[in-house]
């Protein structure tokens, strides 16, 4: 075990609570929920985490998380990430939830929220790890169901930092949203954007101009337009790469081929994540230890990961400051 991948602090700023639903919860809350699973085992479930694309690992991850229905169940499976990553040394974490796939079966945002916020809090300070909320709209439903979404999000302001996009990227362009991020921004809410995972480097100028995003949430395809590279460049902002996933879903055959060393050596604001832990066979200690294998990063790299974990947050000046001095 490479010892500085899992023992540097650092912050988490693209991780999918529903996508840490390990099979072993899932079937305690299946049982608890009376849900039938289409898989008979833990192991058999592991088994089918066999992605060819983005959509093949969704239809998965959206028929897992069915088995969430109680605030109980959202707590649980908060404080099951926040103790895993606190191992990891994980000081700072500003996760995604997906409210429709929630509210489509019947579970109330409350619920999701509130589940999500209480354990959240616990984590803080039962395991000292601080954080964020980011909702994310589904991008292949309706620009009308993410404003209903929207006014849903409107009543719980004080626990909600930031507005995502995830879900189907290709033939769902940031430009489909941009009436709600505008009103999104307008009501004091950061914004973000999964962008350029499979999606052409003109998804990633959309959620840049048209969304004003903070952060790029993967950004990878970046690589594709000198344009691009330059603005990202000089601007400093932020990309929320997530290594093994990319390796999973195939935006990369193998981890060699990834292009986060070039992303760095390039001076770009790169950030290393695990999106989806449960499904993608590792979290972020799993993560930063792949590539510093694979890709031969040096200690000096590794270290300007961690530290730009930080400096890319949502967090204050000075609670960054704090941070970045441990
Ligand atoms: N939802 C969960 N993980 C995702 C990913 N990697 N891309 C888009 N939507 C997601
Ligand atoms: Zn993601």
Redesign the pocket.
């Known amino acids: 075990m490479n010892n500085l991948s899992f023992t540097l602090p650092k912050a988490e700023l693209?991780l999918?609570i529903?996508?840490t639903l390990e099979p072993e919860l899932m079937f305690k809350l299946a049982q608890r929920n009376n849900i039938n699973l289409p898989f008979s085992s833990v192991e058999e479930a592991r088994k089918a985490y066999q992605f060819t694309n983005?959509q093949s690992?969704?239809n998965i991850?959206y028929q897992g998380a069915n088995v969430l229905q109680t605030q109980q169940d959202f707590y649980d499976l908060t404080y099951a990430y926040l103790t895993k990553v606190s191992e990891q040394n994980v000081r700072h974490t500003e996760i995604?939830f997906?409210p429709q796939t929630h509210t489509d079966r019947g579970i109330s945002f409350e619920t999701v929220i509130n589940g999500i916020y209480n354990a959240l809090e616990t984590g803080k300070k039962e395991l000292n790890i601080t954080s964020k909320i980011i909702l994310?709209f589904?991008?292949h439903l309706s620009e009308k169901k993410a404003f209903e979404t929207f006014e849903k999000a409107l009543l719980f302001r004080d626990k909600i930092i930031g507005i995502g996009l995830?879900?189907?990227?290709v033939g769902n362009p940031p430009s489909k949203f941009k009436n709600v991020f505008d009103q999104a921004r307008k009501a004091g809410f950061l914004t973000v954007a999964?962008a350029g995972?499979?999606g052409s480097p003109e998804y990633i100028w959309e959620a840049i101009n048209l969304l004003k995003v903070s952060r790029i949430?993967?950004g990878v395809r970046c690589l594709e337009d000198a344009k691009l590279v330059k603005y990202l460049r000089e601007t400093q902002l932020p990309l929320t790469v997530?290594p093994l996933?990319n390796l999973k879903?195939k935006v990369f055959n193998t981890m060699k081929d990834h292009n986060l060393k070039k992303l760095l050596e390039l001076g770009l604001c790169v950030t290393v994540n695990s999106?989806?832990p449960a499904?993608f066979g590792g979290y972020i200690g799993e993560n930063f230890q792949t590539i510093q294998e694979e890709l031969l990063l040096t200690d000096e790299q590794m270290y300007q990961l961690a530290k730009n974990s930080f400096q890319a947050s949502f967090l204050s000046q000075e609670e960054k400051e704090k941070l970045l001095k441990i």
């Open positions: 693209h999918h529903e996508g983005l690992f969704l991850y995604f997906d994310c589904l991008r995830d879900s189907s990227e999964h995972e499979e949430d993967h997530c996933s879903l999106d989806d499904y």
